[in-house]
Nanobody, 123 residues
Framework: QVQLVESGGGLVQPGESLRLSCVAS????????VAWFRQAPGKKRERVSY????????LYADSVKGRFTMSRDLTKNTVYLQMNDLKPEDTATYYC????????????????WGQGTQVTVSS
């Protein structure tokens, strides 16, 4: 198993930035694919970014491409989501999720989840 703990959410104005962190415990963490999901009230959970289990290759949803950057620091067992130029539509609870090997867009493909951190973008 792997345990995930998220932090970094908060209240910001449009155009500002936040950096989310997800700290993982588990000796096999380097072999897990990790993704960031978000869910707003009344909406489905959607994947916003994904990082390969073996390198730094990443995937992004079209809605955040060019604004969000995902990275992994294996020396710290930590995954980050740098969010720039935040917009009101980015408001949601953000979760990190992990799966051994590879996974896709469906939340059901991920067995391990953080507790979530709230991001609110409002003027």
């Amino acid at each position: 198993q792997v345990q995930l703990v998220e932090s970094g959410g908060g209240l910001v104005q449009p155009g500002e930035s936040l950096r989310l962190s997800c700290v993982a415990s588990g000796s096999r963490f380097p072999y897990y694919a990790v993704a960031w999901f978000r869910q707003a009230p009344g909406k489905k959970r959607e994947r916003v970014s994904y990082i390969n289990s073996s390198d730094d290759n990443t995937l992004y949803a079209d809605s955040v491409k060019g604004r969000f950057t995902m990275s992994r620091d294996l020396t710290k067992n930590t995954v980050y989501l740098q969010m720039n130029d935040l917009k009101p539509e980015d408001t949601a609870t953000y979760y990190c999720a992990a799966e051994f090997g590879i996974a896709g867009l469906d939340p059901k493909e991920y067995d391990y989840w953080g507790q979530g951190t709230q991001v609110t973008v409002s003027s």
